[in-house]
């Protein structure tokens, strides 16, 4: 099953590639144009307000490339206007909460453990292995919130939570450790690339970085909706089993 929900993923990109490029493409720009600007003239130590004011921004488009990538994959082409999402509506609010309550979650966990483990005169260093370990647990389980509520089905974490329980494993190595794979072989190898061309031939390489992002978080996002379908897929046939069991 893992490895044809893989497959799975893999494929629904391909297949959809030209819709994907479509709706994506007015956020691509808006990022490129962000990422230009924060190259010539934005530096972390000189103007911090602004860089988080730009992290912020991208964080927004972002979250519209998700939303759209997932709506082509689960509902199809035309769930979408032809050049896709153009304005925020309560659905990329709810996804963008949502985002940014799993950052705050995890941050304010890793502090807790920290003062913790300093208590018991422990390495902070061990602390913060055992908050990622465990957030990304927590992860692999609430992450089907993010496809839900793009095909405006709301879902709270405690209901994802719910939903997943037969689907651990599953979750953990979809939503998780497949990720982390793709993302350490293709995007580690294009990403050393783009290093090389920004160090040795100009600095303005860098943009090539944002269409990286954007290729790996769609293969990522097919991932999580592969596995949102599945699950969906697999919990409506066990409802309409036990249905029939009862009518009898």
Not at 140 to 158: C, G, H, T
């Amino acid at each position: 099953m893992y490895k044809k929900l893989i497959v799975q993923s893999l494929k629904d990109v391909f297949d959809n590639y030209q819709y994907i490029a479509r709706v994506v493409a007015v956020p691509i720009i808006l990022l490129l144009i962000l990422n230009t600007y924060a190259t010539a003239y934005l530096s972390p130590q000189e103007n911090p307000i602004l860089v988080i004011v730009v992290t912020f921004i991208s964080l927004l488009v972002d979250m519209i490339i998700v939303i759209s990538v997932h709506r082509v994959l689960i509902l199809g082409s035309d769930s979408l206007p032809f050049w896709g999402l153009t304005k925020y509506t309560k659905r990329e609010f709810a996804s963008f909460l949502r985002y940014v309550a799993m950052i705050a979650f995890y941050i304010l966990t890793a502090l807790l453990f920290v003062v913790f483990f300093q208590i018991l005169q422990i390495h902070i260093f061990v602390a913060i292995l055992v908050v990622t370990v465990l957030f990304t647990i927590f992860l692999s389980r609430v992450s089907l919130v993010f496809p839900s509520i793009a095909i405006d089905k709301p879902m709270s974490f405690e209901t994802a939570w719910r939903y997943t329980k037969k689907y651990k494993l599953l979750c953990f190595v979809m939503i998780i450790l497949f990720p982390l794979f793709f993302s350490a072989i293709v995007g580690g190898t294009y990403a050393f690339i783009i290093n090389i061309l920004v160090t040795t031939i100009s600095v303005h390489f860098n943009i090539l970085s944002v269409f990286l992002n954007v290729i790996v978080s769609v293969f990522l996002v097919s991932a999580l909706s592969n596995t949102y379908m599945y699950i969906d897929y697999m919990e409506d046939f066990s409802k309409d089993k036990n249905d029939d069991v009862e009518v009898m």
